[in-house]
Protein backbone atom coordinates (compact mmCIF):
# COMPACT_ATOMS: atom_id res chain seq x y z
CA UNK A 1 0.00 0.00 0.00
CA UNK A 2 1.07 3.90 -0.11
CA UNK A 3 3.02 4.53 2.52
CA UNK A 4 6.27 6.51 4.04
CA UNK A 5 8.85 5.16 7.00
CA UNK A 6 10.44 7.60 8.76
CA UNK A 7 13.58 6.56 10.37
CA UNK A 8 17.26 7.73 12.00
CA UNK A 9 15.67 9.43 15.31
CA UNK A 10 16.82 9.82 18.63
CA UNK A 11 18.94 12.09 21.14
CA UNK A 12 22.09 14.15 20.25
CA UNK A 13 23.86 16.71 22.07
CA UNK A 14 23.59 20.50 20.99
CA UNK A 15 25.56 20.99 18.02
CA UNK A 16 25.84 17.52 16.67
CA UNK A 17 24.45 15.94 13.88
CA UNK A 18 21.46 13.56 12.65
CA UNK A 19 20.36 12.12 9.45
CA UNK A 20 16.47 11.36 8.92
CA UNK A 21 15.58 8.96 6.27
CA UNK A 22 12.18 8.73 4.63
CA UNK A 23 11.55 5.30 2.49
CA UNK A 24 8.37 5.24 0.28
CA UNK A 25 6.42 2.43 -1.53
CA UNK A 26 3.10 2.02 -3.48
CA UNK A 27 3.64 4.49 -5.48
CA UNK A 28 5.34 6.16 -8.72
CA UNK A 29 8.02 7.81 -5.60
CA UNK A 30 9.51 10.30 -8.71
CA UNK A 31 6.11 12.04 -9.49
CA UNK A 32 6.04 13.43 -6.03
CA UNK A 33 7.55 16.37 -3.93
CA UNK A 34 8.36 15.46 -0.52
CA UNK A 35 8.17 17.94 2.95
CA UNK A 36 9.52 17.48 6.19
CA UNK A 37 7.46 18.73 8.99
CA UNK A 38 7.82 18.90 12.82
CA UNK A 39 6.23 18.94 15.59
CA UNK A 40 7.66 20.00 18.92
CA UNK A 41 6.31 18.72 22.77
CA UNK A 42 3.09 19.93 22.56
CA UNK A 43 2.78 22.22 20.02
CA UNK A 44 1.65 22.16 16.69
CA UNK A 45 3.02 21.34 12.84
CA UNK A 46 5.89 23.27 12.00
CA UNK A 47 6.49 23.41 7.48
CA UNK A 48 10.51 22.78 7.56
CA UNK A 49 12.16 21.39 4.27
CA UNK A 50 10.82 20.78 0.53
CA UNK A 51 12.06 18.82 -2.37
CA UNK A 52 10.60 18.65 -5.85
CA UNK A 53 10.10 15.12 -7.56
CA UNK A 54 13.16 15.73 -9.72
CA UNK A 55 15.29 17.24 -6.44
CA UNK A 56 15.84 20.22 -8.68
CA UNK A 57 13.52 22.37 -6.39
CA UNK A 58 14.56 22.59 -2.91
CA UNK A 59 13.16 25.08 0.14
CA UNK A 60 13.72 25.38 3.63
CA UNK A 61 11.89 26.97 6.96
CA UNK A 62 14.29 30.20 7.94
CA UNK A 63 14.72 28.41 11.38
CA UNK A 64 16.69 26.04 9.79
CA UNK A 65 18.48 27.25 6.44
CA UNK A 66 22.03 26.28 6.26
CA UNK A 67 21.62 23.96 8.90
CA UNK A 68 19.80 21.04 7.43
CA UNK A 69 20.15 20.11 3.94
CA UNK A 70 17.38 17.62 2.04
CA UNK A 71 17.83 15.34 -1.12
CA UNK A 72 16.59 12.73 -2.32
CA UNK A 73 16.78 9.10 -4.36
CA UNK A 74 14.41 8.28 -6.65
CA UNK A 75 16.32 5.10 -7.45
CA UNK A 76 15.61 4.05 -4.08
CA UNK A 77 12.90 5.67 -3.53
CA UNK A 78 13.69 8.04 -0.22
CA UNK A 79 14.16 11.56 1.29
CA UNK A 80 16.79 12.50 3.82
CA UNK A 81 16.81 15.39 6.12
CA UNK A 82 20.86 16.07 7.20
CA UNK A 83 20.38 18.08 10.39
CA UNK A 84 24.04 19.67 11.87
CA UNK A 85 24.46 22.61 14.51
CA UNK A 86 21.43 20.94 16.31
CA UNK A 87 19.51 23.28 18.84
CA UNK A 88 17.07 22.74 21.73
CA UNK A 89 14.60 23.71 19.95
CA UNK A 90 14.60 21.88 16.99
CA UNK A 91 13.44 18.75 19.67
CA UNK A 92 10.43 17.25 17.47
CA UNK A 93 8.77 14.72 16.01
CA UNK A 94 9.71 14.68 12.39
CA UNK A 95 7.28 13.80 9.97
CA UNK A 96 8.23 13.19 5.78
CA UNK A 97 4.70 13.70 4.16
CA UNK A 98 3.86 14.03 0.28
CA UNK A 99 2.07 16.53 -1.49
CA UNK A 100 -0.81 15.72 -4.01
CA UNK A 101 -0.60 15.49 -7.61
CA UNK A 102 -2.16 18.76 -8.46
CA UNK A 103 -1.86 20.50 -5.71
CA UNK A 104 0.32 21.01 -2.23
CA UNK A 105 -2.02 19.11 0.36
CA UNK A 106 -0.42 16.72 2.24
CA UNK A 107 -1.84 13.38 1.52
CA UNK A 108 0.20 10.75 2.61
CA UNK A 109 2.34 11.26 5.98
CA UNK A 110 4.85 8.99 8.12
CA UNK A 111 4.22 7.74 11.58
CA UNK A 112 7.23 9.95 12.31
CA UNK A 113 10.17 9.98 14.12
CA UNK A 114 11.45 11.58 17.25
CA UNK A 115 14.45 13.82 17.86
CA UNK A 116 15.52 15.07 21.33
CA UNK A 117 18.28 17.48 21.36
CA UNK A 118 19.66 17.71 25.00
CA UNK A 119 22.42 17.52 27.01
CA UNK B 1 4.97 35.37 4.65
CA UNK B 2 1.68 34.43 5.45
CA UNK B 3 -0.05 33.48 8.55
CA UNK B 4 -2.71 31.55 9.36
CA UNK B 5 -4.53 31.97 12.14
CA UNK B 6 -6.90 29.67 13.61
CA UNK B 7 -10.51 30.38 16.42
CA UNK B 8 -11.09 29.08 18.59
CA UNK B 9 -8.19 27.42 20.51
CA UNK B 10 -10.39 24.61 21.97
CA UNK B 11 -13.97 23.85 21.43
CA UNK B 12 -15.98 22.01 23.43
CA UNK B 13 -19.22 20.44 21.78
CA UNK B 14 -21.68 18.13 22.67
CA UNK B 15 -22.29 14.57 20.09
CA UNK B 16 -24.42 15.09 17.87
CA UNK B 17 -23.91 18.75 17.28
CA UNK B 18 -22.44 20.82 15.18
CA UNK B 19 -18.69 22.07 15.30
CA UNK B 20 -17.55 25.15 13.39
CA UNK B 21 -14.00 26.00 12.91
CA UNK B 22 -12.28 28.74 11.53
CA UNK B 23 -9.14 29.83 9.65
CA UNK B 24 -8.38 33.59 8.78
CA UNK B 25 -5.27 33.98 6.29
CA UNK B 26 -3.37 37.26 6.49
CA UNK B 27 -3.66 38.36 2.92
CA UNK B 28 -5.66 36.58 0.37
CA UNK B 29 -4.75 33.16 -0.82
CA UNK B 30 -7.52 32.29 -3.02
CA UNK B 31 -8.73 28.47 -2.10
CA UNK B 32 -5.16 26.96 -1.51
CA UNK B 33 -6.15 25.52 2.08
CA UNK B 34 -6.40 22.45 3.50
CA UNK B 35 -7.77 20.85 7.00
CA UNK B 36 -6.01 18.15 8.82
CA UNK B 37 -6.92 16.35 11.82
CA UNK B 38 -4.56 15.17 14.04
CA UNK B 39 -5.38 12.56 17.12
CA UNK B 40 -2.84 11.94 19.89
CA UNK B 41 0.36 9.87 19.01
CA UNK B 42 -0.91 9.82 15.19
CA UNK B 43 -0.03 11.62 12.28
CA UNK B 44 -1.94 14.03 10.95
CA UNK B 45 -4.39 13.11 8.60
CA UNK B 46 -5.90 14.84 5.46
CA UNK B 47 -9.85 16.03 5.93
CA UNK B 48 -10.50 18.95 2.99
CA UNK B 49 -8.22 20.12 0.10
CA UNK B 50 -8.99 23.12 -2.35
CA UNK B 51 -10.50 24.86 0.67
CA UNK B 52 -13.90 22.44 0.10
CA UNK B 53 -13.11 18.95 -1.45
CA UNK B 54 -12.76 16.03 0.98
CA UNK B 55 -9.86 13.76 0.72
CA UNK B 56 -10.69 10.38 -0.29
CA UNK B 57 -12.55 8.16 2.95
CA UNK B 58 -13.30 11.57 4.94
CA UNK B 59 -16.67 11.00 6.32
CA UNK B 60 -19.48 13.25 4.65
CA UNK B 61 -19.94 15.02 7.96
CA UNK B 62 -16.69 16.89 7.41
CA UNK B 63 -16.94 19.84 5.44
CA UNK B 64 -14.60 23.12 4.21
CA UNK B 65 -16.38 26.27 3.18
CA UNK B 66 -14.45 30.19 2.45
CA UNK B 67 -11.85 31.82 -0.20
CA UNK B 68 -9.64 34.54 0.54
CA UNK B 69 -8.48 35.17 3.78
CA UNK B 70 -11.77 33.34 5.41
CA UNK B 71 -12.12 29.77 5.88
CA UNK B 72 -14.44 27.45 7.73
CA UNK B 73 -14.53 23.24 8.60
CA UNK B 74 -17.56 21.84 9.93
CA UNK B 75 -18.34 19.12 11.57
CA UNK B 76 -22.39 18.72 11.73
CA UNK B 77 -23.26 16.26 13.79
CA UNK B 78 -20.10 15.59 15.87
CA UNK B 79 -18.73 11.77 17.06
CA UNK B 80 -16.65 10.71 20.05
CA UNK B 81 -13.91 9.87 17.30
CA UNK B 82 -13.87 13.42 16.06
CA UNK B 83 -12.01 14.43 19.44
CA UNK B 84 -8.54 15.79 17.94
CA UNK B 85 -6.66 18.71 16.87
CA UNK B 86 -7.25 20.29 13.58
CA UNK B 87 -5.11 22.52 11.66
CA UNK B 88 -5.42 24.90 8.15
CA UNK B 89 -2.55 24.44 5.99
CA UNK B 90 -1.68 27.21 2.84
CA UNK B 91 -0.03 26.14 0.24
CA UNK B 92 0.77 27.99 -3.01
CA UNK B 93 3.04 27.11 -6.26
CA UNK B 94 5.87 27.26 -4.13
CA UNK B 95 6.79 26.95 -0.28
CA UNK B 96 7.22 27.59 2.25
CA UNK B 97 3.62 25.68 3.65
CA UNK B 98 2.10 27.89 6.52
CA UNK B 99 -0.02 26.02 9.22
CA UNK B 100 -2.32 27.56 11.69
CA UNK B 101 -1.96 26.95 15.61
CA UNK B 102 -4.68 24.33 15.83
CA UNK B 103 -8.08 23.94 17.17
CA UNK B 104 -8.80 21.22 19.72
CA UNK B 105 -12.16 19.92 19.43
CA UNK B 106 -13.23 18.08 23.07
CA UNK B 107 -16.72 15.85 23.02
CA UNK B 108 -18.62 16.56 25.98
Known amino acids: QVQLVESGGGLVKPGGSLRLSCAASGFRFSDYDVSWIRQAPGKGLEWVSY????????YYADSVKGRFTISRDNAKNSVSLQMNSLRVEDTAVYFC????????????WGQGTRVTISS | EIVMTQSPATLSVSPGERATLSCRASQSVSSNVAWYQQKPGQAPRLLIY???TRATGIPARFSGSGSGTQFTLTISSLQSEDSAVYYC??????????FGGGTKVEVK
Open chain 2, 89 to 98: QHYDNRPPRT
Open chain 2, 50 to 52: GAS
Open chain 1, 97 to 108: ARERDFDAAFDI
Open chain 1, 51 to 58: ISGSGKSI
